[in-house]
């Protein structure tokens, strides 16, 4: 697959220079220049959490929405991508750094469909998610393998995961989806495990994906090899923060994803991540160098 790593706003930087003005740096909430493929994938830079838009054809998804402290960045930068409102809200998983910026969120924007795994949690933050659906009219979609979403003409998301009814941790009840346009494909792990890697490799699920959402901010508890031979990415984004507590993304992650010759963009350092699809190649776009 042809792979290009295109540097945006360059255009913007040059007029800039030429007219004496002082530069401020980029933020993230600010968005990058929306793509023309047919198909975008932006993996916003939301520190140590996850937050994804995903457009086609004048729709649009959400899957995370980061932590509640990301939510005016993370409809700042919906804003900047033409994003009135979300046909498709995924909740991952009921942890803050994957649900808490979508509580603002659904006040914010209108919402079409919210997916979510069947699984509670007892924060305060969940509660408020909750509430906040029921006040938008909205009921929950629970995620179950085989479900279907349909975004636009031509892309169609299936979820995969979770498939049993009890997992050690919530982490393993996220939901997994795999998003495919033509000849290229997206697969959204959110903090899945490899107690689920390994539940899905024995599913004989067709992973292969053009692009793997690497799980769990790169964690070794994720992206083992197998389920990474299986995946077979050309491309990997890993959602992090700099210099975060964890130790993500691991070394380890890291040495796996160099050895079998994927492509990885870190959000820690490359900022948002936007992924832009014609059906046959993948073109990735960072707001950092």
Known sequence: MQKKWLIVLVAVLVLCVVAGCVLEPIETGAGLEPPAAPLSVHVIDVGQADSILVLSGGKSMLIDGGN????DLVAAYLRSQGVKQLDIVVGTHPHEDHIGGLVQIIKDFPVGKIYMPRVTH???????????????GLKV???????KVDLAEEVTGVFLSP???????LNNYSAVLKLTYQDTSFLFTGDAE?????????SGTDLSSTVLKVAHHGSNSSTTTDFLQA??????VI?????????????KVLNRLEKANVQVFRTDVHGTVVLASDGQDVTVTTDKD
């Open 231 to 236: 995946v077979r990415p050309k491309i990997a």
């Open 141 to 147: 979609t629970p995620v179950k393998p085989g479900l």
């Open 163 to 169: 498939a049993a009814s009890s997992y050690e941790g």
């Open 122 to 136: 007892t924060s305060k933050t969940y509660e408020d998610l909750l509430t906040n659906i029921k006040n938008a």
């Open 194 to 202: 490899a107690e689920v890697e390994k539940e899905l490799l024995a």
């Open 68 to 71: 509640r402290d990301d939510a």
């Open 239 to 251: 959602s992090v923060g700099k210099d975060n507590s964890y130790g993500h993304p691991s070394p």
